[in-house]
RNA sequence: GCAGAGGGCUGGAUGGCCGCGGGGGCAACUCCGAGGAAAGUCCGGACUCCACAAGGCAAUGGUGCCGGGUAACGCCCGGCCGGGGCAACCCGAGGGAAAGCGCCACAGAGAACAGACCGCCUUUGGCCACCCGCAAGGGGCGCCGAGGUAAGGGUGAAACGGUGGAGUAAGAGACCACCGCGCCCCUGGCAACAGGGGUGGCACGGCAAGCCCCACCAGGAGCAAUGCCAAAUAGGGACCGCGCGUGAGCAAUCACAGGGGCGUCUUGCCCCGAGCAGGUCCGGGUUGGCAGCUAGAGGGCGUCUGGUAACAGGCGCUCAAGAUGAAUGGUCAUCGGCCACGGGGCAACCUGUGGUGACAAAAUCCGGCUUACAGGUCCUCUGCGCAA
């Protein structure tokens, strides 16, 4: 379980970064983009579950785009702390999808109980990192 | 100082790096960005749509001492009454029980027009210890019976007024005084009510938070309200346009005719054979967007006026989230709070390491209520003690 220790060009075993510049992160926020990335490869942590989608192509969206969305259902507290999960995977999804996401795929972040919230920031990175690895190798 | 009562405030701070939502701007950039409860969604309104003459009646739900405040309230303020506390102060769903129904467990003899268990008293009734007497007989404790009584004991949340007197065999509102209660009058108060006087005669137990009665209030649904726009897919209806061979059969289908293709021609084989990617309009569903959407009974500070107060009014200054898979942050460091352990010190305290930091996040907007909350902090008051 050791997170790799992230080389700038990690994604390059992936054989299709884009030049850098031109990765674009959106959010995601129609149900129906949640329920497809739901059915699609998913890979979980310790602090969170990591659920990708490679988009087909006829979607209406760029291909140098990656697209995030976060969920926090409320087995993980009451709204303060679904917040404050939320919050902490969007400041890694930001840190961490535009060096080591493919452009093209859907990622979903779901936030677990006590973890979530209260996990040390560098591993949080870690898991994701992990997590991403996993779910490309499939 | 100790113990206690009431009320208020605060809800970590600063900085670095990296971000998010909204407004403005061509851009650079700039301004703003959650709480005291934003919570529960329990009351009251504003605002929308639907229904509806006014009004009355009925049903259902709610409210319930009096007066005031308020847009309104079940909220707030002041007062009254009852209960608790030495006191500051606290608690009370606090209208009606002679309109009616119902209920009053357990205990207890008896619980609603009640009752006699232990008692108390009377006794010319029966039995009889014992005493007097030679005897006849007399007296007579006690028990049983008969009767009187409800003072005392005991049970209970509550026992059919309380205390005292007089009275009596013992007793009893049967009588008397005071208290309580009912009615009437007077005084004070806007009122709830309080005080006083007279009178009656103990007649009237509690529960209305069981039903009920009385008075007052309430049309329904809610911003996912409501209004508008767009898109594409499948498909419904109406009209228009174009098209639509015959026979048999309910139909499927069959035969012939027709069109197209293959094929050198004939024979033959295969396919098509009734609707149309046509136009306009209507209705419904889905998805997305815009409006509603934040300047209003607005908040804060200061000040003045009226009012005991709640509050109302005037003036001046000042403040301003509008998201919608839902922004208002992430991370690191320092300081400060608290806890644990260690060291120094008589102590106050100083210092090191580690941990912890409550409750809880706007969702149309306001006024309340209720509930949750680590720690810190301020004011007023009461009792006791000490000092002066």
Same mark, same amino acid.
């Given at each position: 379980m050791t997170p790799? #220790? /992230?080389p700038t060009d990690g994604t390059a075993s992936?054989? #299709?970064?884009?030049?850098a510049v031109s990765v674009c992160? #959106?959010?995601?926020?129609?149900? !129906?983009?949640f329920l497809l990335a739901a059915r699609a490869r998913r890979q979980g942590t310790k602090a969170m579950?990591?659920? /990708?989608?490679? !988009?087909r192509d006829e979607e209406d969206v760029p291909t140098h785009v990656i697209r995030v969305g976060f969920t926090c259902s409320k087995k993980v507290?009451? $709204?303060?702390? !679904?917040n404050r999960a939320k919050r902490r995977m969007r400041e890694i999804a930001r840190l961490i999808l535009p060096a080591y996401g493919?452009?093209?795929w859907d990622y979903v972040l779901i936030g677990r /109980?006590? #973890?979530? /919230? $209260?996990r040390d920031f560098k591993a949080l990175q870690s898991d994701l990192k992990?997590?991403? !690895?996993?779910?490309? $190798?499939q």
């Open positions: 790799p #220790e /992230a992936h054989g #299709e970064t884009p030049p992160l #959106e959010v995601m926020k129609k149900r !129906r983009d579950m990591l659920q /990708a989608r490679k !988009r507290g009451n $709204a303060v702390a !679904r493919t452009p093209g /109980a006590h #973890e979530t /919230a $209260a992990y997590a991403l !690895r996993k779910v490309h $190798a």
